[in-house]
């Protein structure tokens, strides 16, 4: 049968007429086969790498899923009798959802085909008394058998009356086959890994099967004082049995045997609220044997069971294959959250999915400096935005810039004689240390008043922007003794995130030294080479000249981006924390005692000129320890300073003789640079691929306010707003900043 | 021109117990040291002068001729490349043969330098 291919139906396909840079290509180049009408016969499923017999489970499986069990039962039939569960896990499954706990046993479990393996041969070795059983059973297994199968039927034309169970013939079956599991646990240590695992699964299984009954008889039967009985003879002890051999193998159950125990007690001695009860039990008989049944097939092979949605999930996955071809399309995580339900993917075609695009457009320019931008940064809220520029002639070295209003100029900070070349932002926002050419380092608070200035006058409805004087500013002086009358320069500054250490920041000196300098205190905190030098070991060589440092988001680690070709790792948690009245001051700092680790050296071997941490929203997740950072010649380089590894490299952008800095993007998905060719370089994180090239910077620009000077065409920063990740900024030689927004979607 | 990657000149170990470098006096950049001084004996525009063999983290100037004491030379001028201090000259050519061993050496002012670390 001929399929045509309606191709007039190329609604989400890129359309003519943008331009698609050349590695898009592929959508349109789709090989000529694809195109071509082909027959039912093309399809040769004999030849395809998937096993027929898995296929037609799947199917079966799907069609129950949907809802079309008789189409199901058909395929079943037609396929020859292919079972979607095997008969044995068909028992277990059926007891447990009519409650015949009394028919399970070790014997059953002992059949079911295993994700690690049936214990089957390893209890007919060692156990004689199990073999006896087995035999003894036979009998009763047949028997229980034919009434599955009639329970089967009988629930077909749903008239199952729900049958007692008997309860003691089920504490009988589970106290013998504890005396059979019990010596065989014992002697657990000389097993292979392999036994050791299918029998914690099997012990794992009965402890879930004995964990619903208890719940049953304590909810559902509301007879606790069996529940009580049943907890002290049987499944305290298969809780213990379970204990002892985690103590050769690990579990991945979620619960510990301990706090097991304990949830199971404290559900018999005190009534539980209802969110601590809907933890342990979800309310009716039916939806708790589903669970149940649903963290049995955890341990069962899924060659003999179906694992859930199965399908879905390879569709799913197929969906996110077709996206990640497309080196545009970047998931986007809030999206996926709001439109859980209603998002909806074509099966019958693959999804191009244009509205997922992504791509940046400027948005706004700000002139009004007058000399080259060396480095920006955003307030930690978002609302702000800070460049510093290298601008000599005047006292208006860094402007702050309000973000919700239009960006104009909100604050002018002065006071500083030396070009500035970094910024940090405490992270409550309201102060920024500024860190000059100098030693002279100075601390603003960027909403005191002062004196208004003229800056915005070319927006409509502008406010006064205002030029304010540092608040403090400091500078560090090195200890009596030394020769040198002058104090370290203050290269790079980085605050502290947290509460226990608030209002402290760490400053990065080219002259050997880390310094951590505490705002309430005004004062020097401690000197990093001097605490390590107390450390013996590490007094060997000199401290490094640190050219960027960052501390990450929990305060547990600094990161020294050192002259010296390899970046360093502290662990600074032992810092004491700040108190209240009482603060601490380099005198009493040694008293208390602040040791400081070296966690690891990622020796990277090449001049480095930025260190960049990822923007961290969710404290939870494991990229805090990634760092980015530019390396000459033309590459960006990120690690995971805690495995020691290099995890991807940034190729295209240029840099070989200037500070070029960098960041991370968009939820982290993209890493952005600035080049010495004056374009802003952005990249997918995981895959290092180039998604856009913006020309930034590269243009020369008209000599308005000041004569005579030649601006050169590095974009030297492009920085990332934390808060609202559709906008970031850069900044060049051209004494611009330019504000550039995420596009969704077709422009 | 953007801010400039800075190249540092560190005591070498175990040689030249009175080893000396030069930083800029404005930034303290480093700019030389004292294994690579050739000469005392100059006289720059603001004093004293020495005549050294490698200098680093400068840029050089437009080039011009400066006629001096010892004849006329193609030089350019060198500025700290932080802070765009000048602090002295390099040749680049010289007219006088016997003066020839000074193309491609620095001069740097006293006065524009101090002792770093």
């Given at each position: 049968m001929p399929v045509e291919f309606d191709t007039s139906n190329s609604g989400c396909r890129q359309q003519e007429g943008l331009p698609v840079p050349s590695y898009l290509g592929s959508r349109n180049s789709r090989p000529q086969a694809y195109n071509v009408p082909f027959t039912s016969r093309d399809v040769d499923v004999s030849k395809s790498p998937f096993d027929k017999v898995q296929l037609t489970k799947l199917l079966i499986d799907t069609l129950h899923e949907i809802g079309y069990t008789e189409s199901a039962v058909t395929l079943q039939k037609e396929s020859g009798g292919v079972e979607v569960k095997s008969s044995n896990v068909q028992k277990l499954f059926s007891a447990i959802q009519y409650g015949?706990?009394?028919?399970?046993?070790l014997n059953m479990l002992v059949r079911l085909p295993m994700k690690h393996g049936g214990l089957k041969s390893f209890l007919q070795q060692h156990a004689q008394d199990f073999s006896q059983t087995r035999a003894s059973s036979q009998d009763s297994n047949m028997e229980s058998e034919t009434t599955v199968c009639n329970e089967d039927s009988a629930m077909k034309i749903e008239n199952l009356i729900a049958k007692r169970t008997d309860w003691h013939r089920f504490f009988e079956t589970m106290e013998k086959d504890l005396a059979v599991l019990d010596p065989l646990a014992q002697n657990m240590a000389d097993c292979d890994v392999k036994t050791l695992t299918s029998m914690l699964d099997t012990v794992e299984m009965l402890v879930l099967i004995n964990k619903q009954v208890f719940l049953e008889l304590m909810f559902d039967q509301q007879d606790s004082s069996l529940a009580v009985f049943f907890l002290r003879t049987v499944l305290r002890k298969y809780i213990q049995l379970w204990e002892s051999l985690l103590m050769y193998q690990e579990s991945s159950y979620a619960l510990t045997p301990d706090t097991l125990l304990k949830q199971m007690t404290s559900i018999l001695t005190c009534p539980l609220n209802s969110a601590e009860l809907s933890d342990v039990w979800s309310g009716s008989l039916e939806s708790s044997r589903q669970l149940l049944i649903r963290s049995i097939s955890n341990y069962i092979d899924p060659n003999n069971l179906v694992p859930r949605g199965r399908l879905l999930t390879l569709l799913s996955q197929a969906i996110k294959y077709q996206n990640s071809q497309d080196v545009l399309n970047f998931e986007d995580e809030d999206d996926t959250f709001v439109q859980e339900g209603s998002r909806h993917y074509n099966l019958l075609q693959d999804n191009s999915c244009s509205s997922q695009r992504i791509s940046f457009a400027p948005e706004k320019l700000l002139a009004q400096n007058a000399d080259e931008i060396w480095y920006l940064e955003f307030s930690p809220d978002g609302r702000y935005l800070a460049s510093a520029s290298a601008d000599s002639s005047t006292d208006r070295k860094v402007l702050i810039y309000d973000v919700e209003r239009d960006f104009q100029v909100y604050k002018v900070l002065a006071g500083n004689d030396q070009c500035v070349l970094y910024l940090s932002f405490s992270p409550d926002s309201k102060y920024l240390v500024s860190c000059p050419f100098n030693e002279d380092a100075k601390i603003y608070d960027i909403h005191k008043e002062g004196e208004p200035t003229d800056l915005n006058q070319e927006y409509e409805g502008a406010f006064v922007a205002e030029i304010i004087q540092p608040e403090d500013s400091f500078k560090i002086y090195e200890n009596e003794g030394t020769s040198s009358v002058s104090s370290p320069r203050i290269w790079c500054c980085s605050w502290f995130h947290t509460e226990r250490n608030r209002g402290r920041f760490a400053l990065g000196s080219p002259d050997r030294d880390v310094i951590i300098y505490d705002i309430g205190a005004k004062s020097v905190l401690c000197k990093l080479s001097q605490v390590l030098s107390l450390n013996a070991s590490l007094s060997q060589e000199p401290f490094s000249r640190v050219h960027d440092l960052k501390i990450t988001c929990n305060d547990k680690y600094l990161i020294l981006m050192a002259h010296e070709f390899y970046v360093d790792t502290y662990d600074i948690s032992q810092l004491p924390p700040v108190q209240n009245g009482d603060r601490i001051t380099e005198s009493n700092i040694e008293t208390i005692g602040f040791h400081v680790s070296k966690v690891s050296r990622l020796s990277v071997g090449k001049r480095m000129t930025c260190l960049t941490i990822p923007q961290i929203k969710d404290h939870a997740r494991d990229e805090n320890s990634l760092i980015l950072i530019n390396v000459q010649p033309h590459e960006l380089q990120l690690w995971d300073f805690k495995e020691q590894i290099l995890v991807q490299k940034y190729y295209g952008q240029r840099q070989l003789q200037f500070i070029i800095r960098s960041c991370f993007g968009y939820d982290n998905k993209l890493v952005a640079s600035g080049s010495e060719d004056g374009k802003i370089y952005i990249w997918d994180r995981f895959h290092g691929n180039i998604v856009s090239v913006i020309n930034g910077h590269d243009a020369e620009r008209?000599?308005?306010?000041?004569?005579n000077k030649t601006f050169g065409r590095n974009c030297n920063i492009v920085v990332w707003n934390p808060t609202n990740k559709n906008i970031f900024a850069s900044g060049g030689d051209d004494g611009l900043v330019k504000i550039w927004k995420v596009v969704r979607g077709q422009l | 021109m953007g801010l400039r990657y800075t190249s540092y000149i560190d005591h070498p170990k175990n040689k030249h117990t009175k080893f000396v470098t030069y930083g800029?006096?404005?930034?303290?950049t480093h700019l030389s040291s004292s294994a690579q001084v050739m000469s005392k004996d100059y006289r720059g525009t603001t004093g004293d002068a020495y005549l050294m063999n490698r200098v680093v983290n400068v840029v050089e100037g437009s080039r011009e001729t400066r006629c001096m004491l010892t004849g006329c030379y193609v030089v350019c001028d060198i500025k700290c490349h932080m802070c765009k201090n000048l602090v002295g000259w390099k040749y680049v050519e010289s007219e006088r043969k016997d003066q020839r061993y000074k193309e491609g050496k620095f001069i740097l002012e006293l006065q524009t330098i101090c002792k770093v670390h």
């Open positions: 015949q706990f009394e028919l399970i046993d008209p000599t308005t306010r000041i004569s | 800029c006096c404005n930034c303290r």
